[in-house]
T-cell receptor, first 110, second 114 residues
Framework: GQNIDQPTEMTATEGAIVQINCTYQTSGFNGLFWYQQHAGEAPTFLSYNVLDGLEEKGRFSSFLSRSKGYSYLLLKELQMKDSASYLCAVNGGGSYIPTFGRGTSLIVHP | KAGVTQTPRYLIKTRGQQVTLSCSPISGHRSVSWYQQTPGQGLQFLFEYFSETQRNKGNFPGRFSGRQFSNSRSEMNVSTLELGDSALYLC?????????????FGPGTRLTVT
């Protein structure tokens, strides 16, 4: 089976930096995705990690450590529009279908 | 490219009825996956269709079924609806070959069972 854990809720201040962690246990590993989902909307793709290390994309960065079963999403220069749910999703070995965590609800306040 | 579309967007049904939801993937995508999203359980995988065949299946009862047509459009059916089936149903498309790809989600169908 697969198990993915991430915090339920986080709060942060506009302009700050926040790190959202994700730990996973899977049978095999074929990549990890982060998605953003605003209330009432569909999830949208943010990042994909398959090798260890940091992937940077503008204000968002994602890190992966396969040996530790750990990833984080780093959001810099937070804006009010970053208030959303952030979903960690892992592709187990041999699968095209990711297993999603329950998501972390991020609240950005002024 | 046009995005993933789902119809209808909202649906209200009575317990015991059945419902059919439709999903049109991005042009060229052959994989369509269906998910159920609820506040308590998050995003749960129902099944995936690729080239008209169910390729992967989640842990849902047989009341949940689906199919895919030759143009890659997919339908999902839920029979004998229960109150607990109230949820947002999302479909997502991807190429389906060449390794894992990001999933492109449709706007979802909000199903309410009364």
């Amino acid at each position: 089976g697969q198990n993915i854990d991430q915090p339920t809720e986080m709060t942060a201040t506009e302009g700050a930096i926040v790190q959202i962690n994700c730990t996973y246990q899977t049978s095999g590993f074929n990549g990890l995705f982060w998605y953003q989902q605003h209330a009432g909307e569909a999830p949208t793709f943010l990042s994909y990690n398959v090798l260890d290390g940091l992937e940077e994309k503008g204000r968002f960065s994602s890190f992966l450590s396969r040996s530790k079963g750990y990833s984080y999403l780093l959001l810099k220069e937070l804006q009010m529009k970053d208030s959303a749910s952030y979903l960690c999703a892992v592709n187990g070995g041999g699968s095209y279908i990711p297993t999603f965590g329950r998501g972390t609800s991020l609240i950005v306040h002024p | 490219k046009a995005g993933v579309t789902q119809t209808p967007r909202y649906l209200i049904k009575t317990r015991g009825q059945q419902v059919t939801l439709s999903c049109s993937p991005i042009s060229g995508h052959r994989s369509v996956s269906w998910y159920q999203q609820t506040p308590g359980q998050g995003l749960q995988f129902l099944f995936e269709y690729f080239s008209e065949t169910q390729r992967n299946k989640g842990n849902f009862p047989g009341r949940f079924s689906g199919r895919q047509f030759s143009n890659s459009r997919s339908e999902m059916n839920v029979s004998t609806l229960e109150l607990g089936d109230s949820a947002l149903y999302l479909c997502a498309s991807s190429p389906g070959t060449g390794g894992p790809h990001e999933q492109y989600f449709g706007p979802g169908t909000r199903l309410t069972v009364t």
